[in-house]
């Protein structure tokens, strides 16, 4: 059996360094929300394959309807011979997604996939081609994903150049000093300096930025958002790839401020680690571009469906957005006492809607960020025994996306070795 050391120098032999790792930790398998590595050792689960198994790794549901889907069939793709599975996930898809209805929904693989085609049926509908986006931004690694993309290192540096006749304006973000107001001016600004807003398409935002580092989207601002966009007949795409699922307490992060957008984006959550995105948007938004516009050969995987169908019934039966509230609750309650201790000056910012929650790491009480303690605790987490994520665009912001099935004595066990890995990794840098 080969160590986690000697894969990882294996990896650096034969994998480029541009696919990043968070960890050296080679998985061998999961459960709920532990992974064991190839090592024998045990970690807690503080990343759920980036937001993805916010059902759990190996959920009994969702690996028997893979199983059975498995033996029915595997791929006659949906625009040959279709299938029933799809028709019903769309049509479930379309009355929970936050958009006015009538909905419809079109399935694809990945995230970036499913941003690539709300831009295109933006444009479509709109006959437009302008885009705006946020900074902190994330919205995939295509080149559509990398141009509405608002940071350049490692997403854009190198890779360009990018689509055109996208956007960028200031996100939010009360704890680096942006307002709900100045954000707003800002697209207004861009409206007056540099695009007319009858050429513009889409303004797409996260409801709360995930690579971007954990900023949640003023509910006041999603509001001022919906009001620029109609005035201007202007869609709204939502980019729920992050926070869907149950993952900030409600089926979707849209649903605090009750917005609804005109298209939304969904991916990871949606089926329990098997890859599927979609985009559920306004009928006559979706029904904008000719037959065969959308579509691919892999844009319907059976058994990914198959498992996306398992996800919406544990949501529902295990109360995940219940349980996302009151692990949420766990996580803040104590990253709120670590802030609270007088000999650890290094929390600048604890913050979190349901369970997608965020510690922002800092040097002093000046606030300056604090990447180094970042990587350095995530280091000593992985020593200790528990798998956490960073993000942000200073990477110094500590994100926790625990499975939403995970118990409260788990997640009590991932967060004593938090402290501990904190209150070590302060030493180490000092
Ligand atoms: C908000 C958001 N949009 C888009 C993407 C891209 O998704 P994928 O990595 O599946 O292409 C991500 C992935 O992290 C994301 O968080």
Known sequence: MASSAELHQRRERAVPRGVGHATAIY???????????????????????????????????????????????????????????????????????????PAKTMLISTGAEAVENAVKVARAYTGRSGIISFSGGFHGRTHMGMALTGKVVPYKKGFGPFPADVYNVAFPNIYHGVSSEQSVDSIKALFKYTADPSSIAAIII????????????????????????????????????????????????????????????????????????????RADVMDASSPGGLGGTYASKTKAIAAAHAVLDAIEEEQLCERANALGKIILDRCNQLKMRSNLNCIGDVRGLGAMCAIELVKDAGGEPSPQLTQAL?????????????????????????????????????????????????????
């Open 27 to 101: 998985a061998k398998r999961a459960k709920n929300a532990e992974i064991w590595s190839e090592d024998g050792k045990r970690y807690i689960d503080f990343a759920a394959g980036i937001a993805v198994v916010n059902t759990g790794h190996q959920h009994p549901k969702v690996v028997a309807a893979v199983e059975e889907q498995l033996k029915a069939f595997s791929h006659v793709c949906f625009q040959v011979t279709p299938y029933e599975s799809y028709v019903r996930l769309a049509e479930r898809l379309n009355a929970i997604a936050p958009v006015a209805a």
């Open 206 to 281: 996260e409801p709360v930025q995930g690579e971007g580092g954990f900023y949640i989207a003023p509910f006041d601002f999603l509001r001022s958002l919906r009001a620029l966009c109609d005035e201007h007949g202007i869609l709204l795409i939502a980019d729920e790839i992050q926070t869907g699922f149950a993952r900030t307490g409600k089926m979707f992060g849209m649903e605090h401020s009750g917005v609804k957008a005109d298209v939304v984006t969904l991916a990871k959550g949606l089926a329990g680690g098997l890859p599927l995105a979609a985009i559920t948007g």
């Open 378 to 430: 995530m280091k000593v987490a992985n020593e200790n025994g528990l798998i956490l994520l960073s993000c942000g665009t200073y990477g110094n912001v500590i994100r926790f996306l625990v499975p939403l099935t995970a118990s409260d004595a788990l997640v009590r066990e991932g967060m004593d070795i938090f402290e501990t890995s904190l209150t070590e990794a302060v030493t180490r840098v000092a």
